[in-house]
């Protein structure tokens, strides 16, 4: 049976730690039949004075030497998680271009010219700065959906992990006109929608867009998805992945899609 985790992250990623060989031995130990490899690169960090370390070359090195390596018992998928390609057109082109990796996950970290949604005190934030914040994300991930090179749009809710975090939530009801718009958009660019787990192993209780919103998405006709654990240790690769191939089935997914040699394909759930 199909199980994957196409969201994680290792040592080649600025905040993680891990080793690749030791993430692909423990998601082998926990039943998992294929991961993509999505490390981090923000394109605009470095124009807004952060240092953006990721080095393409070693990278695809080490996922194609570890690939032959547990060939027969685990996938292994040579991916990115590449932050605000939109923002820094140029810069995405030319990392995509230099990495030609089998799986483009995109996210949107931050609005444009602003830092992660990360580093906001959101006990702080009032009700209409948040809004206008949600609103600018939601126009921002229009251009996002429309990037080419991209095979699927990660934590399309980022923000709600760190509101919930703060002892705070949001309503993402008033906004559903919007994700209805960026969806459509997917569905036409063939951009798959990511659930990302890391919110339910974290014990917020909703996955990233929550069931509500993957309803909307099947409502829209999106019929493509991918499950990510968005683990950055190897203790959490695999997690809530299964929870949420039975989320997908009840709203009436049958498939999650994998990539084998730059290949999209449909598998059972
Ligand atoms: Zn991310
Ligand atoms: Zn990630």
Request: net charge negative.
């Amino acid at each position: 049976m199909f199980f994957a985790d196409y969201h994680t992250h290792t040592c080649f990623s600025y905040d993680c730690e891990e080793n690749p060989e030791s993430l692909c031995i423990s998601a082998i130990k926990k039943g998992l039949t294929a991961i993509a490899i999505t490390d981090h690169y923000d394109c605009d960090y470095q124009e807004y004075g952060y240092p953006m370390v990721f080095d393409v070359k070693a990278h695809k090195k080490e996922i194609y030497r570890i690939k032959e390596k547990f060939k027969g018992k685990l996938d292994v998928v040579h991916g990115i998680e590449l932050g605000q390609p939109h923002a820094c057109p140029d810069i995405a082109e030319k990392i995509l271009k230099e990495g030609n990796f089998e799986f483009v996950l995109a996210s949107q970290h931050n609005i444009k010219k602003l830092p992660d949604f990360y580093y906001f005190d959101y006990t702080k934030v009032k009700e209409n700065l948040l809004d206008a914040m949600i609103s600018k994300m939601l126009k921002e991930l229009l251009e996002l959906a429309s990037f080419k090179g991209i095979d699927s749009i990660a934590h399309i809710t980022y923000p709600h992990r760190y509101i919930k975090s703060a002892g705070s939530d949001i309503d993402f009801k008033k906004y559903y006109d919007n994700f209805e718009d960026i969806f459509n958009l997917m569905i036409k660019n063939n951009v798959s929608l990511e659930i990302n787990t890391s919110t339910l192993w974290k014990g917020c209780g909703f996955s990233m867009p929550d069931e509500e919103i993957i309803k909307l998405y099947y409502e829209c006709g999106g019929r493509l998805v991918n499950v990510g654990s968005d683990s950055h240790t190897a203790e959490n690769v695999g997690d809530c992945i299964m929870d949420t191939y039975r989320t997908l089935k009840r709203i009436g997914f049958k498939t999650v899609i994998s990539v084998t040699n730059g290949e999209k394909f449909a598998e059972n759930i």
